[in-house]
Every structure is written in structure tokens, then in C-alpha cells.
């Protein structure tokens, strides 16, 4: 400990009340939302900075009862992530600038290559690095993780990589983000788009004392030009005003989805073996490039071990997905479907247009595997049946399937001049999970569900 005390170091301070609040926060998991250029990166280089180098966070070395009044706490391994280069550049110039002289003495070893710091003869190291999914955040153990642009991420970032970085140490994790827009395509690694925004509304609520969450917006930076956000605001869109500078999370943006009637926290379940005696229904979409099918099953009663005890008889589990890609003939999709339902009854199939694709589905049925057409042609009707099932709690769909999970995150209404959704999907083409979904749902009935004094009525077993 001595030795990283006398460790020299430029000091850095925070430039606001807010800043500082974030900065010296101990709690085990803290989620920030921010305006741009509010100084998310260069608070991060601060708090990475007094966790390696062990810097009480609290009075930042001026001694407090958090640190028995020494200043010092003990140093942290820390690891800073974004998925922007340009970022994580900001960061590493903010760390090796206050570490200079350090480094240049020899009291710490840098890697610019790697983008990492270390005290020689021992484990302490702080690093940078850009990453956006789990593969890219992958390795070492960590006592601080702060993921940056965290809504540009992918989930499996935290889900997967980054809890189990934290095991050895019960470390902390930051989540700092911008609102995002879920008009932008082409940059965020998400599934789900809104999963940032998900996260800071869950921490938001929660009692138990672990998660703590902030809200700036770009104003509270007082090195910003005040004249210049002013100006800045006459030149952006209400929408990207109130994200971007303001870091309001806006729940209009609900309304773009075409599928926000998904309860996720009631219908995407963990997975458990679908009994065999579960009648099974198959939806597809056709397409040499981008076949996909879904294979959807009706519950009975009593529920298997693993479900949720609040499924009901006459509901339906989505509980595999299939998108091969292209270069397959009708024969091999046929092989695969019968290998995914080997041990099931399939009772229905059905899919493809229902006016234009009648010599695929009769190309289907020739070689082993009937598929009917739609019961409904136009594709608004489609999706109202699949809100309806969605409505109703009825569909329930694996965790893992995240192909189609995905699609339904992000499938937006197209929008008009004035950012109000239109009758019509936006890359409608891209979905072609959700087609295979909407064709299922007009062969599913949205019968009412039966009181759980009726359930007990059924003849279990019995559909």
C-alpha cells in the first residue's frame, strides 16, 4: 500500500456537484444517464484513476470516516469499456496524462498497444478497451467495470462477460448511457434497443440498496458554452433535443414499436423441456436467401417442471427458431423440420403469402411437409392477431431464442414528417421471423382465458 501512496500522480478534480456525485458513488451497481458532453469519460478516467490507485473515493484523499481518515482504500483492478474508439482514445489520454510521470519513473508499466497500466509485481492494472459484445469483453477479473455507451452494447456484454468478471472480487460495475433513438440503424449492437433504458428504470425502483442511478443532462457541465446549447437547440429535432441533451428516456418512442405489447417480464422465460405431449404448430416464411421457420407448442396441464407457475392452460410457448440462411433446397428444411419435432405431434403448419406462394407451400406438401396458407391475407390483420396474443399474456417465448427476440425489439412503425408512426412496418423485409410469427398467430385462437377456478375444471391432459 505504501508504495502505490507514494505512486506520483497529476490530481484531477470533478468540474460539478454533479460530477462528483457519480465520481465518489460506492454503491455495487450505479447506472448513469447522461446528455452529451455532459463529461461521462472524463468522470469515468477519474473514478478508474482513485480505484487503482486506491484513492479514497469519498474525500479523494483528504481523509474521511469512509477511509479511517487515511485517504487511501484499497487499489482496484479496473477495467474501462466502450463500444467507440473515439471514446475509449478520451479515456486512455485522461489516464496516462495524470499517470505520466509515474509511468515515465517506472512506478507503473504502460501498454499502449494494449492500452493498459500496471504496478510491476503485481496483478493491479487498469485498462481500456472497445468492446460491444461479450466475445470482445472477454477476459481477466475486475474489482471496477464501467461500460460506457452502454445502449450501443449488446446484453450479452454484462449478462454473460461482465457478471462473472466481478465474482472474485463482489466488484462494482457502472452503466453509463445516452437514451437512444430507436429510429438509428446500423451503429447499436443491442437486441433490444431500449435495454439501457430498461436497466436505469429497473435500478430506479429497486429498494434493496445495491444500485444507485443519476440523471444529467448537458447543462450541468459548466465548462460547456451556455450560449452555445442555447443555439444548439434551434437546430435540433424535439426528439433528439430531449435524448441527447436533455437525456430524457422518451416513452412516446413506445408507441414506433409494432410489437411494444410484448410483456417481457411476464412472457420471455427461462427455458424448460417442452413435454411431448404438447401439440405443436410450425410457422415459415419462404425465401431462397432468408428462410426461417417457428415452432410454437399448446400447453396443457400439469405444467412440466421449470415453467412459470402462472401459465395457463390454452396458452403458447415459441420454443425453437430456425433461419438456416440460403443455399438450401426445400428437401433439407423438410429433414430439419422433422428433426426439430421428432419426439412431438404437429398439428398445424402454416405459412407464406397467402396469394402469391401457393406453389411454394404445394411444393412443401409434395415432399412430406404440408403448410397452409394464412388464414388472413393482409399483413396489419396478421399483426393484430399477434397483439391481441400478446395482450392476453398468451404467447411466451424462450430466453434464448434471440433471433426472434430481437426482431421484435426493434420492429418499428414506418414515421412521418412529424415523428408519428404510420400504418406500415419500416424494412418490413428484414422480419422474417415475425413473418413466420404472424402467420402462426391467425391459425391461434385469442380465446378469453378461463379463472383459475375454471382451470380446475379441465380434463388435464385434455386440449
Keep these: 500500500m505504501e508504495e502505490i501512496i507514494d505512486c506520483p500522480i497529476v490530481s484531477t478534480r470533478a468540474h460539478s456537484i454533479e460530477q462528483e456525485e457519480f465520481i465518489s458513488c460506492t454503491k455495487l451497481r450505479q447506472v448513469i444517464k447522461a446528455g452529451r458532453r455532459f463529461g461521462k469519460t472524463v468522470g469515468s478516467a477519474i473514478k478508474a484513476l482513485e480505484a487503482f490507485m486506491g484513492i479514497c473515493p469519498k474525500c479523494h484523499g483528504d481523509k474521511c470516516l469512509f477511509c479511517d481518515n487515511t485517504g487511501w482504500v484499497e487499489p482496484r483492478r479496473v477495467l474501462y469499456a466502450a463500444p467507440v474508439a473515439e471514446q475509449v482514445t478520451k479515456f486512455w489520454y485522461e489516464i496516462t496524462s495524470a499517470l505520466s510521470e509515474a509511468t515515465d519513473k517506472g512506478y507503473l508499466k504502460k501498454d499502449e498497444t494494449e492500452k493498459y497500466i500496471e504496478r510491476p509485481g503485481t496483478e493491479l492494472r487498469l485498462q481500456a478497451r472497445t468492446a460491444w459484445n461479450a466475445n470482445t469483453l472477454r477476459g481477466g477479473y475486475w474489482g471496477l467495470l464501467i461500460l460506457e455507451e452502454y445502449q450501443l452494447m449488446n446484453e450479452d456484454t454484462w449478462e454473460e462477460v461482465g457478471q462473472p468478471m466481478l465474482l472474485d472480487t463482489n466488484g462494482t460495475a457502472v452503466f453509463i448511457y445516452t437514451p437512444p433513438s430507436l429510429k438509428s440503424e446500423g451503429v447499436s449492437k443491442a437486441k433490444d434497443p431500449r435495454h439501457a433504458s430498461k436497466m436505469y428504470k429497473k435500478a430506479d425502483a429497486d429498494e434493496s440498496g445495491r444500485w444507485q442511478t443519476f440523471h444529467f443532462t448537458s447543462y450541468q457541465n459548466p465548462t460547456l458554452s451556455q450560449e452555445a446549447l442555447g443555439e444548439i437547440s434551434k437546430d435540433m429535432t424535439n426528439d433528439a433535443y430531449r435524448r441527447e441533451i436533455l437525456a430524457e428516456d422518451d416513452e412516446v418512442e413506445a408507441s414506433w414499436m409494432v410489437y411494444g405489447k410484448f410483456n417481457e417480464s411476464v412472457c420471455k422465460i427461462k427455458r424448460f423441456e417442452v413435454p411431448t405431449v404438447w401439440p405443436v404448430?410450425?410457422?415459415?416464411?419462404?425465401?431462397?436467401?432468408?428462410?426461417?421457420?417457428?415452432?410454437?407448442?399448446?400447453?396443457?396441464?400439469?405444467?412440466?417442471?421449470?415453467?412459470?407457475?402462472?401459465?395457463r392452460y390454452g396458452d403458447y410457448v415459441l420454443w425453437k427458431e430456425y433461419a438456416p440462411g440460403g443455399?438450401?433446397?426445400?428437401?433439407?428444411?423438410?429433414e430439419k423440420f422433422k428433426e426439430i419435432t421428432t419426439r412431438y405431434s404437429v398439428e398445424q403448419?402454416?405459412?407464406?403469402?397467402?396469394?402469391?406462394?401457393?406453389?411454394?407451400r404445394q411444393s412443401y406438401g409434395s415432399n412430406g411437409w404440408p403448410i397452409s396458407a394464412p388464414a388472413l391475407s393482409r399483413v396489419n390483420a396478421q399483426i393484430d392477431k399477434v397483439i391481441g396474443l400478446m395482450e392476453l399474456n398468451k404467447l411466451f417465448i424462450f430466453d434464448d431464442m434471440f433471433g426472434l427476440l430481437s426482431q421484435i425489439y426493434n420492429c418499428l412503425w414506418e414515421l412521418d414528417i412529424e415523428s408519428k408512426p404510420i400504418n406500415r412496418i419500416k424494412n418490413e423485409s428484414r422480419y422474417h421471423y415475425l413473418a413466420c410469427l404472424r402467420y402462426l398467430a391467425t391459425y391461434l385462437p385469442a380465446e378469453r382465458i378461463p379463472r383459475v377456478q375454471e382451470v380446475d375444471k379441465i380434463k388435464v391432459g385434455t386440449w
Design 281 to 311: 404448430i410450425s410457422g415459415h416464411d419462404f425465401g431462397s436467401a432468408n428462410p426461417a421457420a417457428l415452432f410454437l407448442a399448446k400447453v396443457k396441464l400439469p405444467l412440466p417442471d421449470g415453467a412459470p407457475p402462472y401459465m
Design 327 to 334: 443455399g438450401f433446397s426445400t428437401t433439407q428444411h423438410i
Design 349 to 360: 403448419s402454416v405459412g407464406g403469402n397467402l396469394t402469391t406462394e401457393g406453389e411454394i
